[in-house]
């Protein structure tokens, strides 16, 4: 028997991602089946708050001037209305598409929105949601110009890759922790900190081949395109990945 491939992703899309421009709907390509997450639908008072006030229902999003971000009302099918100041998330295309492409409606508020951002660091993220959302100047003048709460940076990277990132441990729990690839010259104007080897980083996919009679089971993991066989060590570094008895939630 051939051996059998596992995949595991933290995330269906990285954080920060933002989608392409809005300028036309393109080719539906979501897959079938995708969660309630992504169907929306409206209560009366979602839908007077981000769309026309005599539509109870359809899918509605809404959007900064600057920034092609997209955030919808989340229901969950057979629950009671939500309060629609809250319970708002942020959508990537295929949601946009399982929804049908509307036309979002440009606000200068998100619901639920937070302001959060790295010591040393220029960019600012909106928070609140599944992802974070990296903000132009323009997007942060559109909201007020907020006071983001700053937080302390550490750097990391894998020894098999070049690239560089700030982390800020905001947390116990992976999922509110604050990732932020460095470019070179960000690296240089920080005085080129030199990072520590980090055992998990963000948007890392982890993929196992099963043990056969001859070989045990092997682990591979992938970022940027680059794929590397896990050595025993390192793969308990970060947290025993595809493992079904293991629950990863904080520090490996």
Known sequence: MSPTQRTHRRRATPRRATPKPLLAAPALTAAAGLTALLAVTLTPQAAHAASDPNDSGGACFIKLPYND????????????????????E???AEGWAAAGYPVPRVVDRIPGMTYVKQNGLPHIYGRGFTTDVQLSFLDWVTLGTPQPTSYDVQYVKYPWQPEVYAVSFVGENRDTWLWHQLSFEEWVGLGQPAPRTAGWIEGSEYTRVDATATAPAAFFVTLNGVKHHLTFAEWVAAGQPLDPNVEVIGTP
């Open 69 to 88: 971000a997209l955030f919808a009302p989340v229901r969950s099918p057979g629950a009671p209305p939500l309060d629609p100041s809250t319970h708002w």
């Open 90 to 92: 942020h959508y990537n």
